[in-house]
């Protein structure tokens, strides 16, 4: 019966196995047939392999049973993490995680096969990863790993981090997808369908040691509107006009406002073109060389609400045209419903080479260059205005290198693993902004309005070992030494002039210390502590602007971000799954937040003193019962600002965006060989978006609300390679908010072809 049960536990923890060396160890003393039987399903990196935090895993066939579109709907319903995904399509899908909020894009890493996708260049909704250079359906695995507990990755892994892994073709092999999706939505005086359709197609073959691996994906999504306008409140003059159409509401924070129309209404145009060369000079070495390029083309158009008395839309009332509300005048600019597009074209480069040096020896390597030759915005004054802006930004990118050498001493019967690496990143934000005579047409941009720009680098050495000092006992200790440096900051705006920055140095240690205990055959306890510093972003030190509805004030004094970040976690098998229980704190010193209030302002500052506690319960169970899969989270967090020299109204309250609860389900039930459905469930407690709290009426436009929400999904395999599927998310049309408004009810309909 012992050996059963091992059985059990060692196929269901197979992915979590890496992150509890232990365990493993004490299933081969047990029984080394199962742990072979169980090790060969694919390599990882010493990222995760030594990483003593808390794991999850998603894989891509279990991705198969829920509503993805864009590769980041793959991990929505893994503990804790949050993805803050408006609409399909969505550019600025930032990660939030059981310590960090929708406003922290910093505090998150995302990689594929080794490679940075994180956008680092600034730390807020504006700087996502780039999702779009991995397509979904070429996804073997992602891991999610919680906290900085590791000394191989930066600070910015404080909330998670996402390793993606595609998958190596061993024969031809190809994957055809074809999406199309509706949504019927309606708030305020919108009424409209956001509806699109995407198709991708992944594959590749082998020849020998060669391996070809391809990745093509067409997008074509109109969202709901991201923003509702309001009109402004007149604190002089005289006149109205009888005008309708518009509502009378209050903001989170109970002030009346009139909200005249929508906003910021997105018609994306995507594609992805993506190519992985890699050969294997033996069983244990392999260079692997990507190239992925991701275009967009986006218009963006608005909707006024206003109606004169004769029946007309109206897009503007100033002077004696303004609103009447409660005998207080309003008034419209005429640049509220100003539409504008953009194009953009991004470009990875990346090689990557592993190889076992000896036997005792492996190197580990990445590097990639990530471009943006092509960076146009434009807006225009006014909907009828020929006149307008247009921003550049393509001489905007970063680049990243990352060596591990791992010693693992007489062949790991000494029981230490040692890992010691180099790393190198380097930043560099370029963005000027110019009046044009024609906004459609960047050649007749006239005077420079704004001007950004700067550079970031950090260089860090770091040494990390896995010392199995007793049978049932394992310590991993680490420290990380970093250097980081800003330089050639330049910020112009008409209003300040040209202002050239002081370069800036600054450095860090961080160490890590990790102890873990195999307590029984199916349990284990592990104690993490890791320190780390997440240094300013070049757009938090660099990007001053004023647009037509948003003010952005940088600091190029801002500090380093300097964490403490604590976790206990026990693992082991529970009812013929495996269960987690994880108890947390990070406290955060000079915490560097860029938030937007009411007023469009986005600020980047240093807050003295956060702290976050919490607990986390995750469950997984591949087959908790005949033809069921189950996969459940609970997070609780207890967030708290400490200290706050720049806003004493904000001691004693939540930490922007964390909620109190977090939860997730997911359910897959397989009816027959051909049947399967699934039910999957968020939900998302009590949190605020102003640092002093005063945003007690969330479920609102620019509120944080909590939120429970369902979706499912029903597919048929109807032919040998070939399956439908039909699904809906947001089953029952919750409306929530995220500041912007999350989706309503969305219908997804699929064809999906492996061959």
């Known amino acids: 019966m012992k050996t059963l049960r091992l059985k059990q536990l060692a196929l269901l923890i197979a992915p979590l196995l890496s992150s509890s060396p232990l365990l493993a160890a004490n299933v081969v003393e047990d029984n080394t047939k199962e742990l072979a039987e169980m090790t060969v399903r694919h390599s990882r990196p ?52 059981r310590t960090t909020g929708t406003v922290q ?28 250079l991995v397509g979904s359906e070429e996804i073997d695995a992602v891991n999610v790993l919680y906290g900085p507990f590791s000394a191989l990755l930066p600070g910015n892994s404080a909330g998670a981090t996402i390793l993606m892994t595609t998958r190596k073709p061993v024969d031809v092999e190809a994957h055809v997808r074809i999406q199309a999706f509706s949504q019927p939505y309606k708030l305020y005086g919108t009424d409209m369908t956001a509806y699109g359709h995407q198709e991708q197609a992944s594959g590749g073959f082998r020849i020998g040691g060669l391996t070809v691996s391809l990745l093509a994906n067409h997008l074509d999504s109109r969202g709901q509107p991201m923003s509702f306008a309001t009109a402004t409140r007149a604190n002089s003059g005289a006149g109205s006009v009888p005008y309708s159409g518009h509502t009378v509401d209050r903001d989170p924070t109970g002030a009346q406002r009139v909200i005249v129309g929508a906003t910021s209404i997105d018609h994306t145009v995507q594609d992805v073109g993506k190519i992985r060369l890699a050969y294997d000079f033996g069983p244990e070495s392999r260079l692997a060389f990507t190239f992925g390029e991701w275009r967009n083309d986006s218009t963006n158009r608005a909707q006024s609400y206003l109606k004169d008395a004769a029946g007309q839309t ?249 964490i403490f970040a604590k976790d206990l976690t026990a693992e082991g098998a529970v009812g013929g799954g495996v269960l987690r229980l994880s108890l947390f704190e990070e406290i955060v010193r000079d915490a560097l937040y860029s938030f937007t209030d009411y007023s469009l302002v986005t600020r980047n500052q240093n807050i003295d003193k956060l702290r976050v506690r919490g607990a986390e319960v995750a469950f997984v169970a591949p087959e908790v019962m005949r033809g069921l899969d189950l996969t459940a989270s609970l997070t609780y967090a207890r967030s708290k600002v400490l200290e706050n020299h720049l806003n004493p109204a904000s001691v004693g309250k939540w930490v922007v965006r964390v909620p109190d609860w977090r939860a997730s389900l997911l359910a897959v039930y397989r009816f027959n060989d051909q049947l399967s459905g699934s039910l999957g469930y968020k939900y998302s407690g ?70």
């Open 46 to 97: 010493a990222t995760v392999v030594q990483n003593p935090s808390p794991q999850a895993e998603v894989t891509g066939e279990q991705a198969r049973n829920m509503n993805v579109v864009n590769t980041e709907d793959i991990v929505k319903y893994l503990p804790s993490l949050q993805i803050r995904k408006r609409y399909i399509g969505d550019r600025n899908a930032i990660i939030a995680a």
């Open 686 to 755: 009590k949190q605020y978006n102003n640092a002093d709290n005063s945003d007690q009426w969330p479920d609102t436009f620019g509120g944080n609300s909590s939120f429970s929400t369902f979706d499912a999904k029903v597919s048929y395999r109807f032919a040998k390679g070939m399956t439908a599927a039909l699904g809906v998310d947001n089953l029952t049309n919750e409306k929530y908010y995220a500041f912007h408004p999350y989706p309503q009810r969305t219908f997804h309909g699929e064809i999906r072809v492996d061959y």
């Open 314 to 562: 109206v897009t503007s009332a100033t002077g004696t045209s303004a609103i009447l509300v409660n005998g207080q005048r309003y008034t419209v600019a005429a640049s509220t419903f100003a539409p504008g597009n953009s194009e953009t074209v991004n470009r990875l480069y990346g090689l990557t080479f592993d190889s076992r040096l000896a036997d005792d020896w492996r190197l580990e390597s990445a590097f990639s260059l990530y471009q943006t030759p092509t960076d146009i915005s434009r807006t225009a004054s006014s909907p009828t205005a020929a006149t307008g802006t247009v921003t550049f930004s393509d001489g905007t990118g970063w680049n990243n290198a990352d060596l591990r050498l791992i010693w693992k001493p007489n062949g790991g019967k000494a029981g230490h693993t040692v890992t010691a690496g180099l790393h190198h990143d380097a930043y560099t934000y370029d963005y000027k902004k110019y009046n044009a005579l024609n906004w459609l047409n960047e050649s007749s941009k006239s005077t420079l309005t704004n001007r950004n720009y700067g550079r970031t680098k950090t260089q860090a050495l770091f040494i990390q070992d896995e010392w199995k000092f007793a049978p049932r006992f394992s310590l991993i200790a680490g420290v990380r030494q970093e250097k980081w440096q800003a330089t050639g900051g330049e910020i112009y705006t008409p209003g300040l002039g040209q202002n050239s920055m002081r370069d800036r140095e600054e450095s860090g240690t961080s160490p890590k210390l990790a102890l873990a205990w195999q307590a029984t055959p199916d349990w284990m306890l592990r104690a993490s502590l890791g320190k780390a510093f997440r240094f300013p972003t070049v757009t938090e030190l660099y990007q001053t602007e004023s647009t037509n509805t948003t003010t952005r004030i940088s600091d190029p004094n801002l500090k380093p971000e300097k």
């Open 105 to 132: 894009s910093a505090r998150s890493l995302v990689y594929a096969d080794g490679l940075l996708l994180s956008n680092l260049l600034g730390n807020s909704f504006a700087y996502p990863a780039r999702w779009n």
